[in-house]
Structure formats: structure tokens, C-alpha cells
């Protein structure tokens, strides 16, 4: 009995074109697949680069994203798709991947201001040692320790340091937050460039 006449690629239906990706996706070898749809090897590999052009080509969707949420954190997220009126999770989860080199960057800014409050921090922080040195050396000997009005000026100023920092650092983690829902919402909204 003769061998079953091979088939050219343009007698695959699409079913078989689709099956052969998936068998083959599945680890079966090509060899086997061109015996069981009767065709040749070549033609084997000529569907599974078509698939493979046409997923390129066609920016098919093919990668899925997971990620586990607590019941809390997912509420508040459909919260958040309900005021923006996005009816899809994946919708707005795209628009946020595709805006990702936008919305997660170093704010330079804050950085640099935030370098800035270090130095003034380090500062402050070496005079409140020396002060605390000049007391403790000042006990160890038995003397009363020289902490004069000048003293007591300088630990009030550092105190008044030490807050108007953390005032300053709370501000700028406001703006940076500020800044950042601002970005969201315009992504959530479809106001970006790029693929939807």
C-alpha cells in the first residue's frame, strides 16, 4: 500500500494549523506531527512560524499576568475601576503596564531634595553627639557638665531641625504621591500612547 500523499501547507485548515501549534507548544516532536497530518517536516515548520509571525504581526495577546490580592486589596481596587468607570480588570491592568516606563520612575526631584535633608539630618545629628560627648566627659570627671544656655539654644535649634525635616519630607511624599495618582488616573482613563 502506498504512502499517504503529503499535504502542502496550503491544504492544512486552519483547525489543523492551530492544533499542530499546540501540539507542538506541548512538546510533541515535528517529526511525529508531519506523520500524524500528513505532511512534511518543512511544512511543520512553515506553520509554526506563520503562528509565530502572525502573533508578532498582530501584537496577539499570548503572556498572562498573575497576581494573588487580598479580598480587601482587590475591593479597593474595583473601587478605584468603578470610579474611573473601567469595566475590566485586565482593561485597566494593560493600561497600566503599557504606561509602566512612565509611572515607575525615580522622581529625581525628590531624590535630590531628599539627599539634600541626609546632609542637613548628618549634621545635625554630629552636634547632638558632641554635645552628648562634652556632658559625658564632663560627668566622668566628676564636674558638672558645661551645658550653658548656649548649649541648650543649640539642642532647641537641632530639635526644631529634626521636625521642620520631617515636615519637609511628609510634604514631598505628598506631592510625590499627589503627582503619581494624577499619572494613574490619566492611564486609567486611556490618555496614554501605545496599544490598548
Known amino acids: 500500500m502506498a504512502a499517504p500523499r503529503a499535504k502542502s501547507m496550503n491544504r492544512l485548515s486552519q ?3 492551530f492544533a499542530i501549534t499546540r501540539k507542538r ?4 516532536p515535528v517529526a511525529d506531527l ?8 518543512r511544512t511543520i515548520h512553515y506553520t509554526l512560524r506563520a503562528d509565530q509571525d502572525r502573533k508578532i ?3 496577539v495577546r499570548t503572556e498572562v499576568v498573575n497576581v494573588r490580592l487580598t479580598p ?22 494593560r493600561r497600566l503596564i503599557h504606561a509602566a516606563s512612565d509611572l515607575f520612575v525615580p522622581d529625581d526631584d ?8 541626609s546632609a542637613a539630618l548628618n549634621r545635625a545629628g554630629n552636634n547632638v553627639n558632641q554635645i552628648a560627648q562634652r556632658l559625658n566627659e564632663a560627668k566622668q ?12 539654644t543649640q539642642v532647641r535649634a537641632l530639635g526644631a531641625l529634626v521636625f521642620d525635616i520631617a515636615d519637609q519630607v511628609q510634604d514631598m511624599a505628598q506631592r510625590r504621591r499627589s503627582a503619581l495618582s494624577a499619572e494613574v ?12
Do not use: C
Open 15 to 17: 483547525a489543523q494549523r
Open 25 to 28: 507548544s506541548e512538546g510533541v
Open 34 to 41: 508531519a506523520r500524524e497530518f500528513g505532511v512534511t517536516t
Open 57 to 59: 504581526d498582530g501584537r
Open 72 to 93: 480587601k486589596e482587590l475591593a479597593t481596587f474595583d473601587a478605584v475601576l468603578a470610579r474611573r468607570e473601567i469595566h475590566s480588570r485586565a482593561d485597566a491592568l
Open 110 to 117: 525628590l531624590a535630590s531634595e531628599m539627599r539634600g535633608l
Open 141 to 152: 570627671r566628676g564636674k558638672t557638665p558645661p551645658y550653658g544656655n548656649s548649649a541648650h
Open 185 to 196: 488616573a490619566r492611564v486609567l482613563k486611556g490618555e496614554i500612547d501605545g496599544p490598548e
